[in-house]
Structure formats: C-alpha cells, structure tokens
C-alpha cells in the first residue's frame, strides 16, 4: 500500500472519529435541549402557579380589608349604641278629668333614663338595642274612682290593670317582653270616663329595664 493511501486512510479514521464525536455532541445537544423544554414548562407552569396564587392573595387581601372595615363599624357602632338601657318615671300631677280610650298616660317626671329610650312629652318608650326588657307599671286611683289601663307594645296589648272602686285603688302590671330596636311601649286608658281619677306623685310610676341584649348577652343594668 503506498504512503498516500495510508494517509488518505489515516484521515477518514481521524474524519470518521470527528463524526461520531460530532454526532454524539448532537445528541447530547439533543438530550439537553429536551431538558431545558421540561424545565422551561415546569417553570411556566410554576409561574402561572404563582400568578394565580399571587391574585388568590390579593383577592383575600382586598377581602380582608373589607371585613376589617366592617368590624370596625360594627366596633364604632357597639361604641355609640348604649349597653345599658333603663327608666322610671312617674306622673306629677293627679288627672282628675276624663282621659280619651286609647289616650296615652304621659309620665312627665323622669327620675333616670339610661340610653334615652323614654320620651317625657308622648310617654312613650323606644327601644335604642335589641333585647328582653321588662316592664313595671303602677296606677293608683282614690276618692273611690276606679280605672283601666294597659301596658301595649307597638299598640298591640301586652298585660292590663284595674284599679278598684276603693278610696285607695291600685293596680299594676308587669311583663317582660323582646324589643327590637325603634319598637315602642307605652301606658294608655282603655276606657273613657268622665269621672276618671288617677292619683299621681309617687303613686302612679311607669319602668323598663333592659334585662338582656341580643348581640350581648346579660345586660349589666
């Protein structure tokens, strides 16, 4: 074999190697190329995760913000709202002339009212906080005059008295009963009278207390 073949031979085998290292470079390439798509999905994938947690987090954020400003109006309006709510009052002055049926007995002379629920010019009670409140009534006649009367929530009748025919007539009425806030209780006459005689100072009074609130529980007054 003559000296140019065995160079000729002697570079295909140095051409042949250089291919097959080409070949498996591409290859590897090939595998590291595959890899990288993976990882490039993977991390794709893990972003769009991450977005979408990221707009959960902002979404529960604004949420919350929104709770806390609700706590803190609810907060602001427990602050403003009594907790305590309560009256008595009595009538000044003796009525010695016929009262109207249904015509209201006004209380004029408040001795305390916690929450500012009674109103001394009608005589009627509104409920500032929802609860259980319960009602003390007396109603005192004399000059043996006798005398109806009743204790209504909202205008419908919760508990009734008669004072008898004697010269030192009394009568009460009590109940306890669940108000919601702006309801209303009063005392009215139930019967017209000409002759009617109700005895006032001390003798005729009107109370509620509030026993327990709603949202609260057991009231401290």
């Avoid at 595998?31 to 707009?55: D, P, V």
């Avoid at 017209?192 to 401290?220: C, E, N, P, Q």
């Amino acid at each position: 074999m003559s000296l140019e073949l065995i160079r000729l031979a002697d570079e295909q085998r140095k051409m042949n190697a250089v291919i097959e290292e080409l070949l498996s470079t591409k290859e590897e390439l090939q595998e590291t190329r595959k890899e990288l798509l993976t990882s490039t999905a993977e991390f794709l994938k893990a972003q769009n995760k991450l977005i979408s947690s990221q707009s959960e987090l902002q979404n529960r954020i604004k949420d919350l913000e929104v709770e806390a400003k609700h706590f803190k109006i609810i907060d602001r309006m427990r602050r403003s709202t009594p907790s305590n709510v309560g009256f008595t009052a009595r009538l000044t002055n003796s009525i010695t002339s016929g009262l109207s049926s249904h015509q209201a007995l006004i209380f004029d002379n408040v001795y305390i009212n916690v929450g500012n629920g009674y109103d001394a010019t009608t005589g009627v009670f509104h409920a500032p906080v929802p609860g259980m409140y319960v009602i003390l009534m007396t109603v005192s006649t004399e000059y043996y005059k006798s005398d109806d009367v009743e204790v209504v929530h909202n205008g419908e009748p919760l508990c009734r008295a008669v004072a008898p025919h004697d010269n030192w007539g009394g009568c009460s009425c009590n109940a306890v009963v669940r108000l919601k806030v702006g309801d209303a209780v009063w005392v009215r006459e139930r019967y017209h009278r000409a002759d009617d005689h109700i005895r006032g100072d001390y003798y005729t009074t009107f109370s509620m207390g509030l026993l327990i609130k709603d949202d609260d529980g057991v009231s401290s007054f």
